[in-house]
């Protein structure tokens, strides 16, 4: 049986053309492309709708309602206590803001799944929590994003998002966020991947935002795997904290993690944890950051802790500024001193996978082109 | 016509070409040979508008106007060309890529066949190539830009003597292509090996040793000179 949302917007999504246009940029299709589709604007669940007989899309406090296992999913990796977010967020387990999404056992699921989050209210408070729950043997693809118009400057987006892979489920997914300029954010992430779970991932953090810290736990069981990229840009007056950890739990479990930043006048302080507890793991970290102009800083701090016998842990971090022998290489085929260096930050982010939305990596270029010109 | 007219070359603090003069026609391919150290890269660099290398005498000028000054873009744009003798590595740079930023995709894999370089579409510029896929890459480049000027920087070195040949004959076709913009190429190669001038038609060929250029002649006579006698001038 297919457990169908209350709110099932069919054939029309009920968005504005302004609202299509900025989820259009954090990676939105219409429902042709995608097999299911929650949108969450402010504090209300928009669309919450799946097309897709193994795919079950709802709001999380639907969910609570519907299937008896989402209470024991929520708040399963991380207690609330000691945070004043997260406890923000505990107070509303009985009614939370957030998307479910859940992934039946063993399906296969050819067309993405999207999700997104949008704070269109000035000044706005948003408390989120979502759960994604891919089944045992399930085999998905996950687009998220998070955004804000282009009229909401101030506003305080809080969210934890908890994802459970069951054995051998697959997952990749993108995911995008831009926010406003003068806004604080606090994002919280955490992911079990149980034995021969594979997940590939890429997260893209863009635009200015006054404050954003996020934190991201992994946790790989037996055999299982991650390989996970972050694309993260700081403009002038930008302050972004990552705070990644990795747990290889288990015998076989293999990670690699790569963080790419780009500093165009802002803040950008990586600290990322790789932690082999169990034999037989191996895993990477790579912190490599790019600045474009003298004023920001990138503080890239990559650490291992081996706490099992033969747990083979590396890491390396670079930082430096856009290679002047590179540029000249470029101009010398007649590309000018703008295009030259944008294909040069484009390839250094690596923004090929085929979900990163064209108007992404133009507004990656965009960016860095304004950033070179002092337009930022 | 390309001139380098009494040019002196400094890198850093140090002369590497002294007071040097070459023409070079439309129609001529020319070749440079001389020890390593001579001067020969730090010329085609200056000519380029690279950074690093400054011009503090004399003049290069290309269809009657001087190039100094302009940016590598800009001589780019003017017509002239560089395949580089170490290229830098572009990560996440694809040749398509590539390609496209300089108006050339459709040309792309045609031209990468004919320098057996057909799966390099998706491979970024530059990484993880061998010494001979380098070289017969920058061919690809400069053949890719066609412009009016085209210099190699040691197109053969540490190419396999079967690719030579595919280097060879893709500068001859390149230098001998004619477009409405440039009904007549011209081109410098230097060599050390002087393996390309059995697949390239060229004339001209030039000795130069500490900066200067010690003399001009035939192309594969002065190679023949240079295996017996070294990097001298032949007696008059």
Known sequence: MTETSTLNAQDDFQLSNEERAILHDVGYDDETQRSATSILIDRQMRVAQSSHDDVVMMPLAEA??????????????????????????????????????????????????????????????????????????????????????????????????????????????????????????????????????????????LGTVRDHQAFSHINLGEDAHSVSQSIVLALEGTTKRIDDEITLSARGARSESVTRMVAAGGTIINNAVL?????????????????????????????????????????????????????????????????ARGLIVQGFLSLNSAYIPKTVQDRVTEMILQAKSGGM | MLEFKNVSVTVGDREVVRELNLKIAPGELHVLMGPNGSGKSSL???????????????????????????????????????????????????????????????????????????????????????????????????????????????????VDLEHVAVVGQAIKRAVSTETSDAPLRSGIIITHTGLILDHVDTAHGHIISDGRLLHSGDARALFRHVQSHGYRAPAA
């Open chain 2, 44 to 158: 085609l660099a200056a000519a380029m508008g690279l950074d690093g290398y400054h011009v503090t005498n004399g003049d290069i000028v290309l269809d009657g106007q001087s190039v100094l000054g302009l940016s590598p873009d800009k001589c780019a744009k003017r017509g002239m060309g560089l395949a580089f003798q170490h290229p830098p590595s572009l990560d996440g740079v694809t040749y398509t890529a590539f390609a496209k930023a300089i108006g050339a995709e459709n040309a792309l894999e045609e031209e990468a066949q004919r320098l057996d370089l057909a799966q390099f579409a998706d491979r970024d510029l530059n990484v993880g190539f061998s010494g001979g896929e380098s070289k017969r890459s920058e061919v690809l480049k400069l053949v890719l830009q066609a412009p009016r000027v085209m210099m190699f920087d040691e197109p053969e070195s540490g």
């Open chain 1, 64 to 205: 609570l309602r519907t299937f008896d296992f989402a209470q024991d999913l929520m708040f399963g990796q991380v207690l609330a206590e000691g945070n004043e977010d997260l406890l923000e967020i505990s107070a509303h387990m009985d009614d939370p803001l957030g998307h479910f999404t859940w992934v039946r056992p063993g399906a296969k699921v050819a067309l993405p799944v999207q999700s997104f989050t949008v704070l269109e209210m000035p000044q706005g408070r948003q408390f989120t929590h979502d759960i994604t729950l891919i089944d045992e043997g399930a085999d998905v693809e996950m687009i998220s994003g998070a955004t804000v118009p282009e009229f909401v400057h101030a506003g305080r987006h809080v969210c934890l998002s908890e994802t459970y892979m069951r054995a051998g489920a697959q997952s990749r997914s993108v995911s995008i966020e831009h926010w406003g300029g003068n806004m604080e954010v606090r994002s919280y992430s955490y992911s079990q991947m149980e034995k021969g779970a594979h997940s590939s991932s890429t997260a893209i953090s």
């Open chain 1, 275 to 339: 932690i082999g507890d169990a034999a037989e793991t191996t895993g990477f970290l790579g912190c490599d950051g790019l600045k474009l102009t003298e004023s920001g800083e990138i503080i890239a701090v990559p650490a291992l802790r081996a706490r099992a016998e033969a747990a083979q842990l590396s890491h390396e971090a670079s930082v430096g500024m856009v290679s002047s022998e590179k540029l000249g290489y470029l101009m010398a085929s007649g590309l000018d001193e703008d295009t």
